[in-house]
């Protein structure tokens, strides 16, 4: 079955430091995001895109990254991670068809500290 | 302002009976599309329901219906018969075109839903 994974699902990592989050799909879907979860933010976009080499800026970009070198992949990069970046992200991912829902992955849980 | 506005921040809803969860939005875009998604204690979002900006019909899945009222820019979320299991969190997103010229989501804060025996 198709799917979406993200590696790892918990990190720990210190103020400063060059962090890399996975995010992988099988599903063959040209589309795919990044978002962040606060309690009382809902889902914040960080970070899409709409096919290789296609990035585009969400809302809460600052200080975060991604490249798009293959369908599959969207690894989303803290160039240095501060403390306001302790959050749960999620990826997601969608296809072509009219409705266009998306499909997310289980999420990373990340510490900052 | 608030593109996605989810006025109930908590909801308490007896086993079997009817719930309304709220949602209203706000976009210049024509082509636009609404979704729910239910996220439960385990942290999985779920796709629930779409509508789109040009739907006649209200969108059903199941115990699932949206009560979508254009005109005054609401999108609520029905749920008949509720079970235990639809406890959770429960979010509406927007789909709607960026600043960059693509589409992409706008998600509420989020209904937390708790379905009493």
């Known amino acids: 079955d198709a799917e979406i994974t993200q590696s790892p699902r918990h990190k720990i990592t210190e103020t400063g430091r060059q962090v890399t989050l996975a995010c992988h799909q099988t599903?063959?879907?040209?589309?795919m995001f990044w978002y962040r979860q606060d309690l009382g933010h809902g889902l914040r976009l960080i970070h899409y895109s709409y096919g290789v080499q296609d990035t585009n800026k969400g809302e809460v970009s600052d200080g975060y990254s991604v490249s798009r070198s293959n369908t599959e992949d969207l690894p989303l990069t803290l160039e240095s991670a501060a403390s306001s970046q302790t959050s749960v992200y999620f990826c997601a991912s969608s296809g072509g068809r009219e409705r266009r829902e998306q499909y997310f992955g289980p999420g990373t849980r990340l510490t900052v500290t | 302002a608030q593109k996605i506005t989810q006025t109930q921040p908590g909801m308490f809803v007896q086993e079997k009976e009817a719930v309304t969860l709220d949602c209203t939005y706000d976009t210049s875009d024509p082509s636009y599309g609404l979704f729910w998604y239910k996220q439960p204690s385990s942290g999985e979002m779920i796709f629930l329901i779409y509508q789109g900006s040009y739907d006649q019909q209200n969108a059903t899945e199941g115990r699932y219906s949206l009560n979508f009222q254009k005109a005054r820019k609401s999108a609520n979320l029905v749920i008949s018969a509720s079970q235990l299991g639809d406890s959770a969190m429960y979010f509406c997103?927007?789909?709607?075109?960026?600043?960059?010229?693509?589409?992409?989501?706008?998600f509420g804060s989020g209904t937390r839903l708790q379905v009493q025996p």
């Open positions: 997103a927007m789909r709607e075109v960026m600043d960059t010229g693509r589409r992409a989501l706008t």
């Open positions: 599903w063959n879907h040209n589309n």
